[in-house]
C-alpha cells in the first residue's frame, strides 16, 4: 500500500475524531512517510513498518476517548506553571535578579534624596546665618554652585527613575506571561 492509500483510509476511519486531531494525527503520519522516503525506503515499505491503518486509527481514537485533550492541556498547563514558578524563583532570588533591582532603586532613591538635598543648600545657609549671625559669601556662593549641580541631578534621577519604572514593569509583565504560558 502507498501513501496516498494509507492516508486515505486512515482519514477515513479517523472522521469521528475532531478535525484538529485528525490533522494532528495526518501530519505524523505524513513526516513517518517523509523521513522513510529520505532514508532510502519506499513507500510500501513503509506503511508496512507503521502498520494496519484501520488498526490505528482504532487506536487513535480508543486514545481520544481515553485522554481528550481538555484534560490533557489541563494538567500540561499546570505542571508548566509549577515549574515556571520554580525556575523563576531560582532566576529571581537565587541569581539575585531581585536583590540586583533592590539595590538598583535604592541607589536611585539614594541619589535622589541627595539632589533634593543638593538644592536646598542655599536655605541651609541662610538657615546657618540666621543661627550664628555670620555672613560668608563663600559659603552663599559654594551652596548656590551645589544647588545648580542639585537641579541637574534632580533632572537625571526623574530621567533615571521613569526608565527604571519602566524596565521594572516590563519584567515583571515578562515574569507575568511566563507563568501563564505565553512567551
Not at 529571581?92 to 533591582?101: G, H, I, K, R, T
Not at 543661627?131 to 544647588?147: C, D, E, H
Request: net charge neutral; aromatic share 10%.
Amino acid at each position: 500500500m502507498n501513501k496516498d492509500q494509507f492516508l486515505t483510509i486512515l482519514r477515513k476511519e479517523l472522521k469521528s475524531m475532531p478535525i484538529k486531531e485528525q490533522n494532528e494525527l495526518l501530519e505524523d503520519y505524513e513526516t513517518h512517510f517523509a523521513f522513510g522516503v529520505q532514508a532510502g525506503k519506499t513507500e510500501e515499505e513503509i506503511s508496512l513498518e507503521l502498520g494496519n491503518p484501520l488498526e490505528l486509527a482504532q487506536e487513535a481514537r480508543e486514545e481520544y476517548l481515553r485522554n481528550p485533550p481538555s484534560k490533557i492541556k489541563k494538567s500540561e498547563s499546570a505542571t508548566r506553571t509549577v515549574f515556571a514558578i520554580i525556575g523563576l524563583f531560582f532566576l529571581n532570588f537565587v541569581f539575585a535578579v531581585v536583590p540586583l533591582a533592590l539595590s538598583i532603586w535604592v541607589t536611585w532613591l539614594s541619589l535622589s534624596l541627595s539632589a533634593a538635598i543638593m538644592v536646598i543648600a542655599p536655605v541651609l545657609v541662610l538657615f546657618n546665618f540666621t543661627i550664628t549671625s555670620q555672613f560668608i559669601p563663600g559659603q552663599l556662593f559654594a551652596a548656590l554652585a551645589i544647588s545648580g549641580l542639585g537641579l541637574l541631578l534632580c533632572a537625571a534621577c526623574i530621567y533615571l527613575g521613569k526608565m527604571l519604572l519602566s524596565i521594572t514593569k516590563s519584567y515583571y509583565h515578562w515574569n507575568v506571561r511566563v507563568i501563564k504560558g505565553g512567551k
